[in-house]
């Protein structure tokens, strides 16, 4: 392992200014997102969706540092018979892989999930090593219900996993991105998010240093502390803001070089005003950036509807959105700039 350069890789990911496209969708995922605009999802639209996002040119050298792809597209060629993971790499940004298999139930914790793709991941992080890929990506999932869950287990469990991955990324001269999401599905308010997340972070941390990760050849991307779907009162901007900035100096090593967060389900401006908050706080140990998948792609998405002449709005789309979170990674986002024709 050469942990120089998985760091030269970790702060190019998290380059000031910029963000991380999350282009991994599953491909049941994807068809649910086509689906909601009538395109059918097959091999050949989702090349040429991807491709779409990748050839944005002003987006793409811009506003974006690196893309997580999903096993199908980092193998795939464009139509012109490039590879798309080469688009990727001539744009100047970082390409990377998602690794993780799924959840599947956990045993005797009913209601709570344990990621799965452990198995041969050596196997396949030497692959994607071969294929281009520079960082991976791994999801653990952790929900909110009632005082029960989530349980010790499951926080462990899942911990514990993210850890086995990282080390085995960073062994194979891949950088991880560690994603340990708390969901924001339920009813519970901001004050249990932050401590269900605080007791997340503290358990993943713990498990990194048990396996030897190297703290500075790695990614962060948590959730936000923010109040659930159904919570009848939601947190404002500046609370959610304050909240967050204050749980990660609380448990994130100022060795980490840099913090990307998911959108986890929030609205496109509302992920942005987020992150531009925090980041108007200052004095912090990491950079604040982006790592968001629906939250930069459903205007482009909507834009596109599946036709090739809509190509050119579906790229306005995207470069609008990029460019809006680019700056939310400066603290220069203004509600204003969102008025703007994309």
């Given at each position: 392992?050469?942990?120089?350069?998985?760091?030269?890789?970790?702060?190019?990911?998290?380059?000031?200014?910029?963000?991380?496209?999350?282009?991994?969708?599953?491909?049941?995922?994807?068809?649910?997102?086509?689906?909601?605009?009538?395109?059918?999802?097959?091999?050949?639209?989702?090349?040429?969706?991807?491709?779409?996002?990748?050839?944005?040119?002003?987006?793409?050298?811009?506003?974006?540092?690196?893309?997580?792809?999903?096993?199908?597209?980092?193998?795939?060629?464009?139509?012109?018979?490039?590879?798309?993971?080469?688009?990727?790499?001539?744009?100047?940004?970082?390409?990377?892989?998602?690794?993780?298999?799924?959840?599947?139930?956990?045993?005797?914790?009913?209601?709570?999930?344990?990621?799965?793709?452990?198995?041969?991941?050596?196997?396949?992080?030497?692959?994607?090593?071969?294929?281009?890929?520079?960082?991976?990506?791994?999801?653990?999932?952790?929900?909110?219900?009632?005082?029960?869950?989530?349980?010790?287990?499951?926080?462990?469990?899942?911990?514990?996993?993210?850890?086995?991955?990282?080390?085995?990324?960073?062994?194979?001269?891949?950088?991880?991105?560690?994603?340990?999401?708390?969901?924001?599905?339920?009813?519970?308010?901001?004050?249990?998010?932050?401590?269900?997340?605080?007791?997340?972070?503290?358990?993943?941390?713990?498990?990194?240093?048990?396996?030897?990760?190297?703290?500075?050849?790695?990614?962060?991307?948590?959730?936000?502390?923010?109040?659930?779907?159904?919570?009848?009162?939601?947190?404002?901007?500046?609370?959610?803001?304050?909240?967050?900035?204050?749980?990660?100096?609380?448990?994130?090593p100022a060795a980490v070089p840099g913090i990307a967060f998911l959108s986890g389900g929030q609205?496109?401006?509302?992920?942005?005003?987020?992150?531009?908050?925090?980041?108007?706080?200052?004095?912090?140990?990491?950079?604040?950036?982006?790592?968001?998948?629906?939250?930069?792609?459903?205007?482009?998405?909507?834009?596109?509807?599946?036709?090739?002449?809509?190509?050119?709005?579906?790229?306005?789309?995207?470069?609008?959105?990029?460019?809006?979170?680019?700056?939310?990674?400066?603290?220069?986002?203004?509600?204003?700039?969102?008025?703007?024709?994309?």
């Amino acid at each position: 392992m050469n942990l120089s350069e998985l760091n030269k890789v970790a702060l190019a990911m998290v380059t000031p200014g910029k963000g991380i496209l999350a282009a991994d969708e599953s491909s049941g995922t994807i068809k649910k997102r086509f689906d909601a605009i009538k395109v059918d999802s097959t091999e050949e639209t989702r090349r040429d969706y991807r491709e779409m996002l990748f050839r944005s040119t002003e987006a793409m050298s811009k506003y974006i540092s690196a893309v997580i792809l999903y096993d199908e597209t980092i193998w795939q060629n464009a139509k012109d018979g490039t590879p798309l993971i080469k688009l990727i790499e001539q744009a100047g940004a970082v390409p990377g892989i998602k690794v993780d298999e799924g959840t599947q139930g956990l045993p005797a914790c009913p209601g709570e999930l344990v990621t799965v793709g452990l198995d041969k991941l050596a196997e396949r992080l030497k692959k994607y090593y071969e294929r281009g890929a520079r960082f991976a990506k791994w999801r653990a999932v952790i929900d909110i219900a009632g005082r029960d869950i989530p349980s010790a287990t499951a926080i462990h469990v899942n911990a514990h996993a993210l850890a086995r991955y990282a080390a085995l990324c960073q062994a194979a001269q891949i950088v991880p991105i560690v994603e340990p999401e708390v969901l924001m599905d339920g009813d519970h308010d901001i004050n249990r998010c932050y401590d269900v997340t605080e007791r997340v972070l503290n358990e993943v941390f713990r498990e990194l240093r048990l396996q030897r990760v190297e703290l500075e050849g790695m990614v962060l991307k948590p959730n936000m502390a923010v109040s659930g779907k159904k919570c009848p009162k939601q947190a404002s901007v500046e609370e959610v803001a304050e909240k967050t900035v204050r749980l990660l100096k609380a448990c994130v090593p100022a060795a980490v070089p840099g913090i990307a967060f998911l959108s986890g389900g929030q609205s496109d401006e509302e992920a942005t005003a987020h992150l531009n908050a925090m980041n108007r706080l200052g004095h912090l140990p990491w950079p604040l950036t982006f790592s968001y998948g629906r939250a930069l792609q459903a205007a482009p998405q909507k834009a596109w509807s599946g036709r090739p002449e809509n190509v050119p709005a579906g790229q306005r789309a995207f470069t609008h959105r990029a460019h809006m979170n680019a700056l939310a990674s400066k603290g220069e986002w203004a509600t204003e700039l969102e008025k703007k024709a994309a």
